[in-house]
């Protein structure tokens, strides 16, 4: 991955992270009666899209000096992510932790993000494709939307000009793009894309003399209705996990019986 970054005024690039802090989906679980989320004994971590984001983030930073923050919506433990951004190399990081924001949907996250980032000057945006608990990758576009940028999803790869111009590998399902856009921009990132780093021992350290700067819903550029449970126009009825499928039949049979056995099979589901 080739990454580039000097503004033609020779002034630091800023670069924005959006990041977000889920539970473990290899071990989360649903309660049957009510339909919702157990987070009871379920780590969290940071959403892997989003890590993978940071680290490009973070590349433009090792090679040209860009400035990194890293802001999160969420509740205060939503700290130890920011911790681990600042191991990883972030130089800022802002939680937004409010009872207001307390219900949001994806649009109302995507609102109080960009009333933050409205306050903050800014480059680059970059954000995860999506969040392992909702996958519905509706954020980061949305939030392009409050800020009025052009965006790119499903980014692979990230060149900038030195200028105003980024060439951006996108992703789909046919293949791939090369997508020109000028910053300011959002870029949404795939976590396949690139491997985010490991945190140091030093980095480790180092986090928890920072400060992560907790801002409430009046430190934002936003209309306060808009946010949490009143500004989001969905609602969550039921979580539920994928049924189990049904073990397979095993034949230890020869060529021919084979056919006959898969022909019976396809005819069964009326597919032949």
């Known amino acids: 991955m080739r990454l580039y970054t000097k503004t033609n005024n020779n002034r630091t690039m800023n670069i924005i992270v959006t990041i977000k802090q889920?539970?473990?989906?290899?071990?989360?679980?649903?309660?049957?009666?009510?339909?919702?989320?157990?987070?009871?004994?379920?780590?969290?971590?940071?959403?892997?899209?989003?890590?993978?984001?940071?680290e490009m983030a973070l590349q433009l930073k090792d090679k040209f000096g860009a400035h990194v923050t890293v802001i999160t919506m969420g509740p205060p433990q939503a700290d130890a992510i920011c911790r681990e951004a600042f191991a990883m190399g972030a130089d800022r990081a802002i939680l937004l932790s409010d009872?207001?924001?307390a219900g949001a949907d994806t649009l109302a996250t995507s609102y109080a993000l960009s009333g933050a980032i409205k306050t903050l000057d800014y480059d680059l945006i970059l954000a995860g494709r999506q969040a392992i608990d909702g996958d519905t990758a509706q954020t980061p576009v949305s939030l392009a939307q409050h800020l009025d940028l052009p965006q790119v999803t499903y980014a692979t790869n990230l060149e900038f000009d030195g200028k105003k111009l980024c060439t951006v590998t996108k992703e789909t399902e046919e293949g791939y793009q090369i997508l020109e856009v000028e910053t300011p921009c959002v870029l949404t990132v795939l976590s396949s894309a690139i491997k985010p780093r490991y945190m140091t021992v030093k980095g480790?350290?180092?986090a928890y003399d920072k400060e992560v700067e907790v801002w409430g819903a009046d430190k934002l550029d936003v209309e306060v209705e808009r946010l949490g449970l009143s500004g989001s126009p969905t609602r969550v009825k039921k979580s539920f996990t994928k049924p189990q499928k049904q073990p397979g039949e095993v034949f230890e049979v020869d060529a021919e019986e084979a056919v006959e056995i898969i022909i019976k099979k396809l005819k069964e589901k009326h597919i032949i």
């Open 99 to 101: 009872r207001k924001f």
């Open 22 to 54: 889920v539970p473990n989906t290899n071990v989360i679980k649903i309660n049957p009666v009510t339909g919702t989320l157990i987070r009871e004994g379920v780590p969290s971590i940071l959403n892997p899209d989003d890590a993978s984001a940071l």
């Open 204 to 206: 480790i350290m180092e």
